[in-house]
């Protein structure tokens, strides 16, 4: 089992930045593979970035340039670091693992609670 909790998110103004964390506990050995997503109100969860096995990464069009996902596997937590924030960033951002590679895909075995992020114009 595997448990996961959001950090970091808060509001902010456009071109402003935030890092957001995911702390995982639990059976963290074989999850390889992390993401993170975002869905604001009456739309689709859409993928973000994740991150593989060797450290390669994979960004959606929307944020290429503005978001960096990392992690750092001592501490067992996953950051979204989002620099440049727009006003259609605005979602709940959800971190997510397995042990299977989904990439962009909301099909992961493990979801964290969420953390609200607000850009203003």
């Known amino acids: 089992q595997v448990q996961l909790v959001e950090s970091g998110g808060a509001s902010v103004q456009a071109g402003g930045s935030l890092r957001l964390s995911c702390a995982a506990s639990?059976?963290?050995?074989?999850?390889?593979?992390m993401g993170w997503f975002r869905q604001a109100p009456g739309k689709v969860r859409e993928g973000v970035a994740a991150?593989?096995?060797?450290?390669?990464?994979v960004y959606a069009d929307s944020v290429k340039g503005r978001f960096t996902i990392s992690k750092d596997n001592t501490k067992n937590t996953l950051y979204l670091q989002m620099n440049s924030l727009e006003p259609e960033d605005t979602a709940m951002y959800f971190c997510?693992?397995?042990?299977?590679?989904?990439?962009?895909?909301?099909?992961?075995?493990?979801w964290g609670q969420g953390t609200q992020v607000t850009v203003s114009s």
């Open positions: 997510a693992a397995d042990r299977v590679q989904w990439d962009l895909f909301p099909r992961y075995n493990y």
């Open positions: 639990g059976d963290t050995s074989r999850m390889t593979y």
């Open positions: 991150i593989r096995l060797f450290g390669s990464t």
